[in-house]
């Protein structure tokens, strides 16, 4: 700062070229100062996990001491590939993922149009619908309990009571319905997330292009599905997506409703994949199911940036 | 603005059972927990549909003893508050030095730090809990903190976008004038985005209050749970007794919940906005 004393005319060409590079340096050393604290958490606790976890599928090890891990190489994804549990844990994500898609996802864009219209109580609608995303999914999962217990659980209980017992089914105790009955509290839980996200995404639509479209006496499906939905395409790419990648995930709602069961009927590729590492201490293995999940994540995830990147883009 | 009354009268019946049905699906539940947690196990099971006679607070009482809520709260808020101020604290200046400093290796250490975005937390858990294990953390509330710290990636992105809408003219000012980069990150740019400050807060205290993966994996007595994690195990020891349980489910849901409905307006605006970047 020094330099600034001298009559500007006679410093301006020295201090230029000296200044500069000393300038970017301060700089340079300011911004490693500020960096090197976050730094040092997401080295230390996600970078070296990820790490981690690659090394670790190439063992085989039961999760006690270091020295006892036995080298395997790609013994765990050999296993991986034949193992049938893996597959129908997968194939169980592929279902959710499905239904999250198709009934939260779309379903959620449909209710977002009827309470971005003004149906009667909207503004009590969008609290009520958004409350149990706040709620922890244990909890969720704890209470879904008592609706679909096969021996105590109200859903039972009102199907008998209105004579319609040939509907009853064990629920949570049966291999065919132990899914469902977890996909749709899981979904009921995560609908208003989609919802608001639509909901937000709906408030940006131009109204006077939607009144044109009515002069025109188009109807309002016509409208909805035909110039409202192009319009927010990147929001519904990201909500589409951020649903798939988070029934990937699930994992609380089946181990507090099921853990998995009966005889893995609900096993999720993360419940799976906890019963093996914590279970059967067979850590080895586990990694390798959890590389298999970040394969599958950071598909879906790398197709989320690029569409929210290009939505920037075009903004 | 409404629109509602334009629909012809099938659309109208449909939207009205549809969420009718949903606002039933939704809002039953809570309520039939709320009133039935004043009643004797029995009735729960046996008569679930009749209102409770009188207000037995045996069911909550019993389950904030047996399950230790008291310690279970203290816990979360504890964790909760310290890993919010943290990341706003850490990401805060990583995401200032990322939006208004030139240094080498910019664009290389930004995409590491995008890297973590792409990873899911059920992947790194198991190296992770080996981790805490060698460094002797097992079983501490610090082991979370110190996981959570770690959960950068989107508070760095989010921070980072809302400093580069900021005008860098009312920081060159500062900066002709003497002061430096702690300064004007903490005089000047904190209260201009204040508001992505409160939604990384917001967005971040819901993940961390309601994490279960890594209490559950990290945390081994009592005096150390989360309040998940105590109801999780709650679960565990009460299988059948349905009235404690309904008890503790409350006392887990009802206090987040009512945080929600005094705040939902600002809560909502800010997961739209955080989702959606």
């Keep these: 700062m020094a330099s600034t004393v001298l009559p500007p005319s006679a410093a301006a060409g020295v201090t230029r070229i000296r200044r500069r590079p000393r300038r970017l340096l301060r700089e340079s050393l300011t911004a490693y100062g500020l960096i090197a604290p976050a730094a040092f958490f997401y080295a230390a606790f996600q970078l070296l996990p990820i790490a981690g976890a690659f090394a670790l599928s190439l063992f085989r090890w039961n999760g006690i001491t270091l020295s006892e891990a036995q080298w395997v190489g790609l013994q765990n994804y050999d296993r991986l590939i034949h193992d049938p549990l893996f597959w129908r844990s997968l194939e169980h994500n592929v279902l959710v993922a499905v239904a999250v898609l198709v009934i939260q ?59 319609m017992d040939s509907l009853q089914q064990p629920w949570l105790g049966s291999s065919r319905w132990a899914l469902p009955s977890v996909a749709v509290t899981y979904m009921l839980q995560n609908f208003g997330l989609s919802m608001l996200l639509f909901l937000s995404a709906l408030k940006q639509v131009d109204p006077h292009l939607l009144e044109a479209a009515e002069i025109d006496g188009a109807s ?40 998995g069961g009966p005889f893995h009927a609900s096993d999720t590729l993360v419940t799976y994949l906890y019963s093996v590492s914590f279970g059967g201490n067979d850590i080895g293995y586990g990694n390798a199911i959890g590389v298999a999940l970040f394969l599958i994540i950071f598909t879906l995830a790398v197709i989320h940036l690029r569409v929210t990147r290009a939505g920037e883009a075009n903004e | 603005m409404n629109k509602f009354h334009r629909l012809t009268v099938p659309g109208k019946v449909g939207a009205y059972v549809l969420c009718g049905g949903l606002a039933v699906a939704t809002a039953f539940p809570i309520l039939w927990m709320t009133l039935s947690v004043f009643k004797p196990s ?39 508050v310290i890993s919010v101020f943290g990341i706003l604290f850490l990401e805060g200046m990583a ?42 953390l097992l079983d501490t509330k610090l082991s979370l903190i110190l996981q959570y710290l770690s959960w950068a990636p989107f508070a760095i992105l989010f921070l980072r976008a809302s400093f580069l809408a900021v005008p860098r003219e009312i920081e ?34 819901l993940w961390i209050w309601n994490d279960f993966l890594y209490p559950l994996v990290y945390l081994r007595s009592e005096g150390n749970f989360t309040v998940p994690l105590g109801l999780a195990e709650f679960q565990g020891l009460y299988t059948t007794f349905w009235g404690y349980l309904l008890g503790a489910i409350s006392i887990a849901v009802w206090p987040p919940l009512l945080v929600y409905l005094a705040l939902s307006r600002p809560i909502q605006e800010r997961l739209a906005t955080g989702a959606i970047r």
């Design chain 1, 105 to 163: 996802c779309g379903g959620s864009f449909v209710v977002a149009a009827i309470i971005h219209a003004g149906i009667r109580c909207h503004s009590f609608l969008r609290v009520l619908f958004f409350a149990p995303v706040v709620v922890s999914s244990v909890a969720v999962g704890m209470l879904a309990i008592f609706f679909f217990s096969p021996s105590i659980g109200l859903l039972n209980q009102t199907l008998g009571a209105i004579g």
């Design chain 1, 220 to 259: 309002q499906g016509a409208i909805l599905w035909r110039i409202v939905f192009p319009i927010i395409r990147p929001v519904a790419s990201v909500v589409f997506l951020l649903g798939m990648i988070s029934a990937f995930r699930l994992f609380e709602t089946v181990y507090v409703m099921t853990s």
């Design chain 2, 172 to 205: 060159e000012a500062a900066l002709l004038d003497g002061a430096g980069r702690m300064t004007i990150l903490w005089r000047i740019m904190l209260p201009l985005t204040r508001s992505a400050f409160a939604t990384v807060a917001t967005i971040y205290a």
């Design chain 2, 42 to 80: 029995d009735e729960i099971i046996n008569q679930p549909f009749k209102p409770p006679t009188s207000l037995g607070l045996d069911n909550l009482r019993n389950a904030w003893e047996l399950g230790k809520f008291g310690v279970l709260y203290i816990n979360s808020v504890l964790i909760t």
């Design chain 2, 95 to 136: 995401a200032y030095a990322f939006a208004r400093l030139r240094f080498r290796g910019r664009n290389l250490i930004f995409l590491v730090f995008l890297v973590g975005q792409l990873v899911p937390a059920q992947m790194i858990v198991i190296p992770s809990f080996i981790e805490m294990s060698q460094l002797r």
